[in-house]
Structure formats: structure tokens, C-alpha cells
């Protein structure tokens, strides 16, 4: 079982930047792919990054050169570095944390809270 934990959300201007966290629980987070995730609303959530329990990361297209994804296994938490952030970047951010199925396309088992992320123009 994993428990995950957001944190880091808020109202930053355009251009801004922003650190999300996601604490895990559980003797799994080293073993799992970590995921980051979008919703907006009326809109389908979407891939944001992920980075691999050997450190591997990958990007959705729209964040690639402004978001940084990364890992402290020691602390169990996977951090979502946003720099250079634009009005279409709001939305509610999800960390989630999967086991299964290949890179970069996890299937994810667990999922936090999420943590609100509005950028205002």
C-alpha cells in the first residue's frame, strides 16, 4: 500500500514558478514509477512527467524545457520542478505511483489528493 501526499500548489503570475512535492508512504515508492498528472476543469486529465526508479524521466510534449521532474528515494518524494509558467498551466496536479506496464506508460495504482496550480495572465 502507498499513500501519497501533494503539496506546493497556489496562484503564481505568468512566468512564475512553482515546486510541487508528493510524499509517499510505504516500502514501495523506490521500486515505483512516479507519475505526475493534470485535470482541468472540463477537461480529461492529462500525462505531465514521470521519472522511473532508476531515474529516468519523461516529459509530455507541453512541458518539456519548463517543468523538471525528480526523486529523493531517501525521503520518499518526488518533486515536479515549473518554471516559466503560462495561464493554460492551471489545473489540479496528481502524483501517482505504478509498478506496472513499460516506460514511459505506467499504469499507475496509486494516486494523491492533488494539489491546486492557477496561473494567473
Known amino acids: 500500500q502507498v499513500q501519497l501526499v501533494e503539496s506546493g500548489g497556489g496562484l503564481v503570475q505568468a512566468g512564475g514558478s512553482l515546486r510541487l512535492s508528493c ?3 510505504g516500502r514501495t515508492f523506490s521500486t515505483s514509477a512516479m507519475g505526475w498528472f493534470r485535470q482541468a476543469p472540463g477537461k480529461e486529465r492529462e500525462f505531465v512527467a514521470v521519472v ?3 531515474d ?5 510534449d507541453f512541458v518539456k524545457g519548463r517543468f523538471t521532474v525528480s526523486r529523493d528515494n531517501a ?3 518526488v518533486y515536479l520542478q515549473m518554471n516559466s509558467l503560462k495561464p493554460e498551466d492551471t489545473a ?5 505511483a505504478g509498478s506496472r506496464g513499460g516506460f514511459p506508460k ?6 494523491g489528493q492533488g494539489t ?3 496561473v494567473s495572465s
Not at 92 to 96: L, N
Not at 106 to 111: N, V
Open 75 to 77: 525521503k520518499n518524494t
Open 56 to 60: 529516468v524521466k519523461y516529459y509530455a
Open 92 to 96: 489540479g496536479y496528481y502524483c501517482a
Open 106 to 111: 505506467y499504469e499507475y495504482d496509486y494516486w
Open 23 to 25: 510524499a509517499a508512504t
Open 52 to 54: 522511473t526508479w532508476n
Open 116 to 118: 491546486q496550480v492557477t
